[in-house]
């Protein structure tokens, strides 16, 4: 099998193992906020071993990009808590979609990162996902579970969008093990002060799962993504990943027997083609 092959599939494990972290918002017994703390934890550790074992520094090239790295940090700390609470209110189908969101959400606000003027198919775009998420909610109330963790989650969606654009700005020149490395270091100080005792007196089997969460579905599927971007085109890439949902919800209904209605499905199918779409035709623009 040639290079190529061999980092298409281990893209497409890589973006099924990051779209199983959202069955751990419900298989772990926690918070979100204590999950995020120790999925950081563990997932730091690993990382500053790998960037250590495939002989780069650990160290920045400048302050400035210190300063990135712990701006990074928090949008990923919220992004993480959000993106769990978010199906721990809701669902994991529902949590997923809505967190899908966020290809639109960047397209909505890149120009005030590039400079570049808003086309009429990225507003279609934006009405599909609107319409996607209305098919969703069942009512427009706070009060009720799965409204609240579709808003939440498109706040994730927001705040994971953020962060994808500052990284690409002001920080794409370093590896994804070496860049999430700083990121949960981050995300582990700014929780450290919001753990419940929840986390302290939890179970064996809760620590293994944050072990699993942290290694298996953080840490190593953030360096397969950069070993997978030596041989592959990053819209390539970009693609695969919205396939995230897809894998997400399929384990939810296999291992979580979770059973997403129609107007869920349907709503789904809407946010995550204007997802595809948008992503096909940012690739186009930039040429790669």
Not at 77 to 97: E, K
Not at 172 to 177: E, I, R, V, W
Not at 194 to 207: E, K, N, Q, V
């Amino acid at each position: 099998m040639d290079q190529v092959k061999k980092s298409l599939w281990s893209l497409h494990l890589t973006v099924a193992l990051l779209g199983a972290t959202a069955l751990f918002s419900k298989i772990i017994p926690l918070s979100a906020t204590d999950i995020t703390f120790g999925r950081s934890i563990v997932a730091c550790v690993v990382l500053v071993l790998i960037v250590k074992l495939s002989g780069q520094k650990l160290r920045l090239e400048c302050r400035k990009d210190y300063l990135i790295a712990l701006g990074l940090g928090v949008l990923m700390a919220a992004h993480w808590v959000s993106y769990f609470a978010a199906m721990q209110y809701s669902s994991v189908s529902v949590g997923m979609i809505a967190l899908f969101t966020f290809p639109v959400i960047a397209v909505l606000l890149e120009p005030f990162f590039e400079r570049i003027r808003l086309v009429w198919q990225d507003i279609v775009s934006a009405l599909v996902v609107l319409f996607g998420i209305y098919l969703i909610v069942p009512e427009v109330s706070l009060e009720n579970d799965i409204t609240l963790g579709i808003v939440i989650g498109v706040v994730s969606a927001l705040l994971y969008a953020l962060r994808n654009l500052y990284h690409r700005k002001y920080f794409s020149h370093y590896s994804g093990a070496h860049a999430m490395a700083y990121q949960t270091l981050v995300i582990f100080i700014c929780l450290l002060f919001f753990i419940s005792g929840d986390l302290l007196s939890a179970s064996t089997d809760t620590y293994l799962s944050l072990i699993v969460l942290g290694i298996f579905l953080t840490a190593i599927p953030h360096a397969l993504i950069a070993t997978s971007l030596k041989h592959l085109r990053v819209k390539t890439f970009a693609l695969v990943a919205c396939m995230q949902p897809f894998y997400g919800v399929i384990l939810a209904i296999l291992i979580l027997d979770e059973t997403p209605n129609w107007k869920t499905l349907v709503g789904g199918m809407l946010v995550i083609s204007a997802a595809i779409y948008e992503t096909i035709n940012a690739q186009k623009l930039h040429g790669k």
